[in-house]
């Protein structure tokens, strides 16, 4: 991608990765314009099939759990669908930080959450989450009753974080928060470095070309893992 320079560092002809505003229009194209402001150098030795699965869910697991979360070692935090694209980001990161990660999910997910690093894995077809005992922090993806069940888990002081979109689940003695993730280049360059040391690793289901990205997204059997479409010249 051809790029300007000035304050954000990037110089011309320069690799990058990002996200574009939720004000402009998608990315399936040869060609996109996007903000500077929104990009960070990708490392030559990162491709950009890995770095593209890394911006939505690395940036969305970030700032749930760091910035709205305030996430610190040694706190322990409920993770759902820790089989998921965003969220087997989130229990890599949680785990990385000194957490101890608690996942959930369906008992086909257990063995690929297990993987990704979760230290405690619970069905939510067979478990309930008030047996858990108290969490300082959750993850929520799913809103509805799972928001409502977790946030009776909370300790005092705890967070439920939620990218579900707003939510009536609150808490007794602590805080609901539901964001939308931004694009902020200093915490892709983070994770990409997370990455290239072996701290992270994607969850790529599959990978098609531009031509194929409307079958893609609409795939006539489920796809675990993350929909990248590759455009080549």
């Keep these: ?11 011309v002809g320069q690799r990058v990765f990002g996200l574009t505003d939720w004000t402009r229009n998608g990315t399936l194209a040869e060609y996109v ?7 960070a150098p990708l490392p030559a030795d990162v491709d950009f099939t890995e770095g593209a699965a890394l911006v939505m869910p690395g940036l969305t697991a970030w700032q749930g759990l760091f910035v709205h979360g305030n996430l610190q070692p040694g706190q322990t935090v409920l993770i ?11 229990v ?9 990660v608690i996942g959930t999910g369906r008992a086909a997910d257990r063995k690929t959450a297990l993987d990704f690093g979760v230290h405690q894995f619970v069905d939510l ?7 858990l005992g108290g969490v300082d922090l959750v ?3 799913f809103g509805g009753d799972i928001a409502g069940q977790s946030a009776s888990v909370i300790r005092d002081g705890g967070k439920l974080i939620t990218i579900a979109g707003p939510t009536d689940a609150r808490p007794a003695n602590g805080t609901t928060i539901d964001f939308v993730v931004e694009a902020i280049p200093a915490q892709l360059i983070e994770v990409v470095r997370l990455f290239r040391a072996g701290k992270l690793k994607n969850h790529i289901g599959q990978v098609a070309s531009l031509d194929e990205a409307v079958a893609a997204f609409n795939p006539t059997k489920r796809i675990k893992g993350k929909t990248i479409i590759q455009v080549k010249k």
């Design 1 to 11: 991608m051809e790029l300007g320079y000035g304050t954000t560092g990037l110089s």
């Design 33 to 39: 314009a996007v903000e500077a402001r929104n990009l």
């Design 80 to 90: 759902h669908g820790a089989a998921g694209v965003v969220s087997s980001m989130a």
């Design 92 to 100: 890599q990161l949680a785990r990385h930080a000194g957490a101890y």
């Design 125 to 131: 077809e067979k478990e309930k989450l008030e047996d």
């Design 139 to 141: 993850f929520d993806i």
